[in-house]
């Protein structure tokens, strides 16, 4: 019995990990590329995710760059971050408190579908803003690799299963 | 105990007999304390009506005006997949499958799922909580994002006001209600797996509150 439960946590852990390192390398393009590109009467300006948050700040637009900067920066980073530390909990024994983790986990379970706004919001604008040489808005690489952190932290996520917290606890008990 | 009437949670992985729950209560797991189940306020039928009520407004939201731009004299009008061909005409095809997947067919599909439990539950056919029905709903509905489409376009109304004239078309209302739809049948989802076990076993051990 043991050992099968061994094997278990094992795949669920080294999915979960494999995935979560993917969306932790991924995370430096989608921030360094630009994610959109703006040609507005001749003039051309890309910004990267960070950038468009500080200028929506700019433009008084706070509300929304608290919006886009809380989906776009805070949650992928959190679920990078939050996954690292269940993953870490995982390789021990007998974690301490098995029910804070499970919060945890189903945190970062409901969080992760927000950061699909800044994917949405690209695709959107680039449907809608052609107008030729007057303004036309166009996705740039930036947005396909913070695509990909978004479905590899919740493939992540998905892969991670919370039950081995509990599991040694079953153990012990049989 | 046969496997119809035993409901394990999702995070602990803790077996619970099935109870019956009144009119908006909830049952928790008795180890982790996770929501295991709830039965919604508005009756026994709500994910069969909502989920109907989303199919049915899932085709006027993907084929009406989304929304319509314009900027000195031009005029662009933007369906919900104008979007998703314009990524795939630029070469990001896999961002394209992406969006349109996330923002229509699954929660489409989800949709279908949930109005297929509804029927079940109304014809008094059990659903297995293990069964095919619960466990595609719990795959399609971590992909299933309409809300998260919605948020994006209420934000680049915003971002967009100072640049191009933006009015917002029937299909945008369609597809808001659609998300709404969506979200109240999920919500309502468990009660009718529980209600149907209920039916089919009569057993109780969760904790309800």
Redesign the interface.
Known sequence: MKRIFSSFRFQSRSTASALGLAAAIMLIPANLLPVLSTE?SGSNTSNTIVSGVIE?WR?G?WA?AL??FTASVVIPVLKVLGLSWLLLNARRGVPRD??RL??I??AL?FIG??S??????A?????????GE??TV??RSG??AF?AVV?LT?LAT?AFD??V???PL?VSQQ | MSPNSRLSCR????DHRIVGLQSGEKAHCV????VLAQRSRLGPDTALVFSITGLVLALPAAFLTF?S?G??G?V?I?LLF??????WD?G?R???V??FL??WLIPFTLLCVLATAGCRSRLSIAIDPAGFLSRSSRVLE??A?PE??V???L??F???G???N?TIGPGFWCYCAMAVSLLIAQHSFDLDTLAACTRATGAGSARPS
């Open positions: 507005s929506l433009q637009l929304l919006i886009v098995p029910q499970t919060r986990y189903a379970d579908r927000w699909m706004l800044d994917v949405f919001l695709a959107f604008l680039a449907g809608l803003v052609r107008f007057f303004s166009t996705p947005i396909v695509a479905v919740m998905k919370p039950r917290f509990w599991q079953d | 995070y602990c992985g803790q180890r982790c304390g996770t929304v731009a900027k000195l031009a662009r933007s104008t979007g998703v061909g314009s990524l630029g990001m896999s961002l394209a992406l969006v996330c923002g971590h992909w994002i998260v489409q948020l994006a376009v934000v680049a915003m971002k967009l100072s640049v191009v933006v």
